[in-house]
Nanobody, 123 residues
Framework: QVQLVESGGGLVQAGGSLRLSCAAS????????MGWFRQVPGKEREFVAA????????YYADSVKGRFSITGDNAKNTVYLQMGSLKPEDTAKYYC????????????????WGQGTQVTVSS
């Protein structure tokens, strides 16, 4: 089992920045990467960004490329999502997840999920 706890969400004005954190505990050695997804009520969970621990490769949704940055501290079992130039359409609940298999872009490739942290961007 891997437990994930997100933090850092909140209310920010458009154009502002936020940094989300996700701390992992438990069988963290079993995960080869981490990802961030977001979801608004009534819509499917959407891929945001992911990082592969061994190669350090990062992956981004087109909607956040150039504005968001995913980094990780493997020693601390923590992954971060630095969000900049925020837009109202970035408003969502953000979830971190432990990558398991398959495509980084699809939620079915992740086997453990946090409870999420709300990000609200006002116009």
């Amino acid at each position: 089992q891997v437990q994930l706890v997100e933090s850092g969400g909140g209310l920010v004005q458009a154009g502002g920045s936020l940094r989300l954190s996700c701390a992992a505990s438990g069988r963290t050695f079993s995960t080869s990467g981490m990802g961030w997804f977001r979801q608004v009520p009534g819509k499917e969970r959407e891929f945001v960004a992911a990082i592969n621990w061994s190669a350090g490769n990062t992956y981004y949704a087109d909607s956040v490329k150039g504005r968001f940055s995913i980094t990780g501290d493997n020693a601390k079992n923590t992954v971060y999502l630095q969000m900049g130039s925020l837009k109202p359409e970035d408003t969502a609940k953000y979830y971190c997840a432990s990558y398991y298999i398959g495509s980084y872009w699809q939620s079915k490739g992740y086997n453990y999920w946090g409870q999420g942290t709300q990000v609200t961007v006002s116009s």
